[in-house]
Structure formats: structure tokens, C-alpha cells
């Protein structure tokens, strides 16, 4: 079974700051996708991530696969408060048509 | 356009109860996903369907069906529901083939007292 771990689980940090947040598997994967959730809410997809080494950028965000295409980065630039939510990683499962989820990074962005 | 759409938005249920969760997803779209969302988790997949025919099911109970109609709707069944039942039940929506992702809708939070 494949599993995709996330860190931190909780990070709470003042407006302005830069963070990274972590989705690590022992798999490899061929795309990898993130997602932010507010509360209430469905997660709503960031971005697709799909050659190993791929940078991208959104905004303040820059999302990273890496090399070996078993894990990947989000960076956020200068937080905000409208960054606060769930941080979730998603992968494909090769020969199947679902998804896994990580467990998620949950951000608070103080003002 | 209107995206994936969700009904009801919240429901209270008692144990033992049936209920039935509806999704329509995006013009166009003919894929539909089904997730289950607990407190403090990421979503665990329960179904997927494809042109109204199921493509994948995920580690949950009989109790759990679904189903898809021509005009690509979705509705998601849970039999004698159960306190762990309550949960966000999310639906999604894709295109076809990788790399994918999903169009998520509000979800349905579901209550089971």
C-alpha cells in the first residue's frame, strides 16, 4: 500500500514568514498533485506535478518534485492570513483510477 | 459554469439509518469520485465511475454503494449507518487519464447520532 506522509502536521506562524511543508513516500510516482482545503470546504487543486526535478511556481507558491519522483515541497513565500488551511499531497495509484491523500499539513498564517 | 455541486450540504442522521448523498459534476465531465473525509484526516477513496460504470472501489463495507446515471450524476448509499459513518463525504469530479485531478465539491458533512 502505497503511503504518503506529510510534515509538519500543524505549523501556526506570523504573516510575512516563509515555510516549507514536506509529502514523502517510499514509492514513485509519475504526477503528484497539491491541494488546499478551508474549512467547510472541498480541497480545491494547487497544481500538477509530473517530470522529477519540476519546478513550479504559483504566485508565492513554488511547488517541487523531486528527482527520484518519490516526494515533494511546498514553499510559501511571505505568508498571508488567506494561506491558512490544510495543505494536502495527492498521488495517482498505478493500475487503479484513485487517489491517495496524505494526512495533510494544517497552516495558520497569524496576522 | 457551475462547478461540482453537493446535496444536501449537512445531514443528521441516528445509527442504523439509510442515507443517500448526491453529486453532479462539471459539464463535460464524466468521471466522478466519491471520498470519505474524517476530522483530521485526508480523504480516503470509497468509489470512482466512469460512464456510469464503477472503476474503482476503495477498503469500505458493503454497506457503502453508489451509482451513476446517464446524464452523469452520482449518488453515494450508506446502509445502516453507523457513529464512524459521520464524516465529509466528498465528491469529485475529473477528465479522463493522467495526470488528472480532481474538482472537488463542498462536500456533505454527515452527523450520526
Known amino acids: 500500500t502505497q503511503l504518503l506522509e506529510q510534515s509538519p502536521q500543524f505549523l501556526s506562524i506570523q504573516e510575512g514568514e516563509n515555510l516549507t511543508v514536506y509529502c514523502n513516500s517510499s514509492?514513485?510516482?509519475?504526477?503528484l498533485q497539491w491541494y488546499r482545503q478551508e474549512p467547510g470546504e472541498g480541497p480545491v487543486l494547487l497544481v500538477t506535478?509530473?517530470?522529477?526535478?519540476e519546478v513550479k511556481k504559483l504566485k508565492r507558491l513554488t511547488f517541487q518534485f523531486g528527482d527520484a519522483r518519490k516526494d515533494s515541497s511546498l514553499h510559501i513565500t511571505a505568508a498571508q492570513p488567506g494561506d491558512t488551511g490544510l495543505y494536502l499531497c495527492a498521488v495517482g495509484v498505478s493500475g487503479t483510477y484513485k487517489y491517495i491523500f496524505g494526512t495533510g499539513t494544517r497552516l495558520k498564517v497569524l496576522a | 459554469d457551475a462547478g461540482v455541486t453537493q446535496s444536501p450540504t449537512h445531514l443528521i442522521k441516528t445509527r442504523g439509518q439509510h442515507v443517500t448523498l448526491r453529486c453532479s459534476p462539471i459539464?463535460?465531465?464524466?468521471?466522478v469520485s466519491w471520498y470519505q473525509q474524517v476530522l483530521g484526516q485526508g480523504p480516503q477513496f470509497i468509489f470512482q465511475?466512469?460512464?456510469?460504470?464503477?472503476?474503482g472501489r476503495g477498503n469500505f463495507p458493503d454497506r457503502f454503494s453508489a451509482r451513476q446515471f446517464p446524464n452523469y450524476s452520482s449518488e453515494l448509499n450508506v446502509n445502516a449507518l453507523l457513529l464512524g459513518d459521520s464524516a465529509l463525504y466528498l465528491c469529485?469530479?475529473?477528465?479522463?487519464?493522467?495526470?488528472?485531478?480532481?474538482?472537488f465539491g463542498s462536500g456533505t458533512r454527515l452527523t450520526v447520532v
Open positions: 514509492s514513485v510516482f509519475s504526477s
Open positions: 506535478v509530473v517530470t522529477g526535478g
Open positions: 459539464s463535460g465531465h464524466k468521471s
Open positions: 469529485a469530479s475529473s477528465l479522463p487519464g493522467p495526470p488528472g485531478g480532481y474538482t
Open positions: 465511475y466512469y460512464e456510469k460504470e464503477e472503476r
